[in-house]
């Protein structure tokens, strides 16, 4: 009979174990899709969380827990944020996720309880003479704009230094005569639309891209150009004039260097500006020139354009003390070689890898 005793109370221990073990053990990650391109990938669970990168549409990503509107996610060993509205998770892979963090929050760890603190003599207590303490003035010694951190853009309901940069320059542009609170609120809101509209912009009621920038005179702190396509044989070979300078940013390497359009009627016929555009490009190929191809972005006048080159000087030049015995071909979408006068499939794959690439 005691050993009956002692078999039924192991199985009653082992049955409870049983319940509470999952609630501790390691999450589970759950593969997830971003739905759309350009999703922030945040390094915390809020939107004023800093911008680690961006996804694009298709991305695969582990999910490990939920955090109010986002999910915590591992993507390329790089753990962060991002909202949950963009994640697409299987249904029951979203059950299960949701059933597993309502249990952690249910299951709570037996606490030690704390060592008995030993009398000690009270001390005489102070009179209260407690004065408070003054309130830091937002706008001391700020009298210029220019004298204010440009911010990143902002809308009504964010808080936070984006929006108290935004209510001092307001303030001294006499549009906003509120509390600088750091809160976008309906104060601040009116205040953006009346500048919006006595500067002749787009009346949005946001510290959009533009507002910021005639607002401080600069892009907003966030900004990023859009990389575009350009048709070269659709008005593409028009955009960038002869005798053009522009800037060139390797893909890869994320290094810059001046040029100039020399000539070329089936792609882009490109200068190095100078002996240093030179000496980068050569480093680029590792010391040697060569006729790889390399996607690039192409910036000029505000605009960034999709485009691949290669790192072989030859033909003509203008510029001649570049250190560069000739000139090197910009290829863009559609562009053909000069001699086979051809579609290059090379420089076409390395346009469309630009095209996934940011300035």
Request: with cysteine; aromatic share 8%.
């Amino acid at each position: 009979m005691p050993r009956l005793r002692c078999l039924c109370l192991a199985l009653v221990i082992v049955s409870l174990f049983s319940l509470i073990i999952p609630a501790y053990s390691a999450s589970k990650n759950y593969t997830g899709t971003i739905v759309r391109d350009r999703i922030i990938f945040r390094a915390g669970p809020s939107t004023e969380s800093e911008c680690l990168m961006r996804f694009k549409k298709g991305d695969k990503v582990a999910v490990s827990s939920i955090s109010g509107d986002f999910y915590q996610v591992t993507f390329n060993r790089i753990k962060g944020y991002v909202m949950r509205k963009f994640v697409n998770l299987s249904d029951p892979d979203r059950k299960a996720l949701e059933k597993t963090v309502k249990l952690q929050k249910t299951v709570k760890p037996t606490k030690t309880p704390a060592p008995k603190k030993t009398a000690t003599p009270k001390a005489t207590p102070k009179p209260n003479k407690a004065t408070p303490k003054p309130t830091k003035d937002p706008m001391k010694g700020i009298t210029k704009v220019s004298q204010i951190k440009v911010p990143a853009t902002s809308k009504k309901g964010n808080s936070g230094n984006n929006v108290l940069a935004l209510q001092q320059a307001l303030r001294i542009k006499k549009f906003y005569k509120g509390d600088i609170n750091s809160k976008f609120d309906n104060q601040t809101l009116q205040a953006v639309l009346a500048f919006q509209k006595a500067n002749k912009l787009k009346e949005t009621g946001e510290a959009d891209f533009d507002t910021i920038q005639k607002l401080f005179g600069q892009k907003a702190a966030n900004f990023k150009y859009k990389t575009e396509k350009l048709d070269w044989f659709n008005g593409g070979s028009k955009v960038i004039p002869r005798g053009a300078t522009f800037t060139v940013k390797d893909v890869l390497t994320g290094k810059t260097f001046k040029c100039k359009h020399l000539y070329g009627s089936n792609h882009m016929d490109t200068e190095p500006l100078n002996s240093t555009a030179t000496e980068t490009i050569k480093k680029l190929y590792g010391g040697k020139w060569s006729w790889a191809r390399r996607a690039v972005l192409v910036m000029y006048k505000g605009h960034v354009y999709a485009g691949s080159m290669n790192g072989m000087p030859h033909g003509n030049c203008k510029i001649k003390t570049n250190q560069f015995d000739g000139h090197f071909c910009i290829h863009f979408s559609g562009s053909m070689t000069h001699e086979s006068k051809k579609v290059d499939s090379a420089h076409q794959n390395a346009v469309k890898r630009a095209l996934r690439a940011t300035w």
